[in-house]
Antibody, heavy 119, light 106 residues
Framework: EVQLVESGGGLVQPGRSMKLSCAASGFTFNNYDMAWVCQAPKKGLEWVATISYDGSSTYYRDSVKGRFTISRDNAKSTLYLQMDSLRSEDTATYYC????????????WGQGTLVTVSS | EIVLTQSPTTIAASPGEKVTITCRASSSVSYMYWYQQKPGASPKPWIYDTSKLASGVPNRFSGSGSGTSYSLTINTMETEDAATYYCQQWSSTPPTFGAGTKLELK
């Protein structure tokens, strides 16, 4: 059974940093591109970033470029999101997602971790 | 970026009723993907490659469309189908989602 378990969320002040982790199990982690998708409170879904199966390529939405870094440790089957210079508008639940084999969709989702940016 | 516009924003349906949710793209896309989300839960993949049902999705659901117009249809509404449905494309980066359609039970 595919499992994605996020951790690392919480309350953080504007301008500070936070690192999210996603522990994956139940599939061959290094075969799949992985992503972070967020959802602001009572709002819709928004893609944040994607990393290729081997970590060689990364992609970001414009609003987080230069502030967020997606990475992975295939030996540990773990995905990360380093979030720097956080803003109030980054407040959201962050979901770890395994992309489909073709890479075009989000085939499995974690339970999410809430990040609240507030002073 | 490709903007996806879902309609209606909210819809109420009675058990047994047929329901159709539409997703229109600002530019042509090759495939559409759909997710179901219930309050307090993660999104669940629902339909992929426009018309294929994800694992565990009842066959009263179907997906169709091409180009800039796609739809999700429930042949006969059931209580458990009340949820918010999101469409998503990745024909061009960034991948984008529609704003969601909230399906309520009448």
């Amino acid at each position: 059974e595919v499992q994605l378990v996020e951790s690392g969320g919480g309350l953080v002040q504007p301008g500070r940093s936070m690192k999210l982790s996603c522990a994956a199990s139940g599939f061959t982690f290094n075969n799949y591109d992985m992503a972070w998708v967020c959802q602001a409170p009572k709002k819709g879904l928004e893609w944040v970033a994607t990393i290729s199966y081997d970590g060689s390529s990364t992609y970001y939405r414009d609003s987080v470029k230069g502030r967020f870094t997606i990475s992975r440790d295939n030996a540990k089957s773990t995905l990360y999101l380093q979030m720097d210079s956080l803003r109030s508008e980054d407040t959201a639940t962050y979901y770890c997602a395994r992309q489909g084999y073709s890479g075009d969709w989000f085939a499995y989702w974690g339970q999410g971790t809430l990040v609240t940016v507030s002073s | 970026e490709i903007v996806l516009t879902q309609s209606p924003t909210t819809i109420a349906a009675s058990p047994g009723e047929k329901v159709t949710i539409t997703c229109r793209a600002s530019s042509s896309v090759s495939y559409m993907y759909w997710y179901q989300q219930k309050p307090g839960a993660s999104p669940k993949p629902w339909i992929y490659d426009t018309s294929k049902l994800a694992s565990g999705v009842p066959n009263r659901f179907s997906g169709s469309g091409s180009g800039t117009s796609y739809s999700l249809t429930i042949n006969t509404m059931e209580t458990e189908d009340a949820a918010t449905y999101y469409c998503q494309q990745w024909s061009s980066t960034p991948p984008t989602f529609g704003a969601g359609t909230k399906l309520e039970l009448k």
